[in-house]
């Protein structure tokens, strides 16, 4: 998608502070960190919300959550503890249209979320 924020950055169009790759993936540091930690996870493929995984893509949501668990190791905070999030549209709070995990850690976190 040559409009899309996320698949730029998988291009390389746009610059990220990419901590992390894998085949299908991408890990990068959010622009507007709400957490000590928070890493972007997004897969290389334009897939816009979680309504749009089909049983085709569904691999690609294993993957962002195996990469979650491996940088929450490496960032240290897989003993303390993190949280991983996926927003989907308006009421979710989502706000680039192309999935990705958040990965969430290093402060303790509330529930419910905002
Ligand atoms: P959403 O609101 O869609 O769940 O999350 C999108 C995230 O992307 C936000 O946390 C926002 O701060 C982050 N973001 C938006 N633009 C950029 C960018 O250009 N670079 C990086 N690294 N993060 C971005
Ligand atoms: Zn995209």
Redesign the pocket.
């Known amino acids: 998608m040559s409009d899309c924020?996320f698949c730029k950055?998988v291009a390389g169009e746009?610059p990220?502070?990419i901590i992390k790759e894998g085949d299908d993936w991408l890990a990068?540091?959010?622009?507007?960190p709400?957490a000590p930690t928070h890493v972007?996870i997004i897969p290389r493929q334009h897939v816009a919300t979680l309504n749009d995984v089909e049983e085709d893509s569904a691999d690609i949501i294993g993957s962002l959550t195996l990469a979650a668990k491996t940088i929450a190791r490496e960032e240290g905070i897989a003993d303390s503890g993190y949280r991983t999030?996926m927003?989907c549209n308006s009421d979710g709070?989502?706000?680039?249209y192309h999935i990705?995990v958040?990965l969430l850690g290093g402060r303790s976190m509330r529930w419910p979320p905002g």
């Open positions: 924020l950055i746009i990220a502070d990068f540091r959010d622009i507007n709400q972007l999030v927003n709070g989502q706000s680039v990705h958040h």
